[in-house]
């Protein structure tokens, strides 16, 4: 499974970004898909997760996303989706997506990474 994270960019506070991550060459709907950042200096963090899509789609976030990050997954498309709403300065990071057997917070679960796509938020 090869992952490819997409849609990072440069928003101001309060703003509005959606992050996608596809995979090439293998459905990835038999696995879990989650998210993770990781800010200059500081580890790896989980953000948000979901399951396999024949679960129905079971999400986790973290306590510092909830209420303003979605996880989804469209599977016609092999992606899988981060709506991030409401961005505060703090959520600048390299946002990594990743596919593994279980959607957790732990990174050591998932078996494959993509490459990282950069947000910054303005204040």
């Known amino acids: 499974v090869q992952l490819q994270a997409s849609g990072g960019g440069l928003v101001q506070a309060g703003g509005s970004l959606r992050l996608s991550c596809s995979s090439s060459g293998r459905t990835f709907d038999n696995y879990a898909v989650g998210w993770f950042r990781q800010a200059p200096g500081k580890e790896r963090e989980f953000v948000a997760a979901i399951s396999w899509s024949w679960s129905g789609g079971s999400t986790s976030y973290a306590d510092s996303v909830k209420g303003r990050f979605t996880i989804s997954r469209d599977n016609a498309k092999n992606t899988v989706y981060l709506r991030m709403n409401s961005l505060k300065p703090e959520d600048t990071a390299v946002y990594y997506c990743?596919?593994?057997?279980?959607?957790?917070?732990?990174?050591?679960?998932?078996?494959?990474w993509g490459q990282g796509t950069l947000v910054t938020v303005s204040s």
């Open positions: 990743a596919a593994g057997p279980w959607y957790d917070a732990t990174p050591g679960t998932y078996d494959y």
